[in-house]
């Protein structure tokens, strides 16, 4: 089990940029891999982004790909997403989430992959 803290988020015009840090805590971090899902107000929590364990490989969301870009640094604990061209449609609660057994790539997709979650930080998006 980890636990997962978010910041960075806030109030951004459309065009800006942020990045959001997710710092875990626990020794096994580096072998988790990690997501980040966002949730809108009356919408479900909708998949971002997601890194391997050793950040080989990477995975977008058909709606943030060429704009955001998650990495990871396991001697810091840390994940980051690193978003461009913000949008107002990416208002959101963005949270940060850990995998420990993933049977294939295709289940980082998916919320229920994921057994432990931050709290979440808010990032809204300006006209």
């Known amino acids: 089990q980890v636990q997962l803290v978010e910041s960075g988020g806030g109030l951004v015009q459309a065009g800006g940029s942020l990045t959001l840090s997710c710092a875990a805590s626990?020794?096994?971090?580096?072998?988790?891999?990690m997501g980040w899902f966002r949730q809108a107000p009356g919408k479900e929590r909708d998949f971002v982004a997601a890194i391997r364990w050793n950040g080989d490989r990477t995975y977008y969301a058909d709606s943030v790909k060429g704009r955001f870009t998650i990495s990871r640094v396991n001697a810091k604990n840390t994940v980051y997403l690193q978003m461009n061209s913000l949008k107002p449609e990416d208002t959101a609660v963005y949270y940060c989430a850990a995998a420990n057994d993933v049977s294939n790539s295709y289940a980082l997709y998916r919320a229920t992959t994921y057994d432990d979650w931050g709290q979440g930080t808010q990032v809204t998006v300006s006209s």
């Open positions: 626990g020794r096994t971090f580096s072998t988790y891999a």
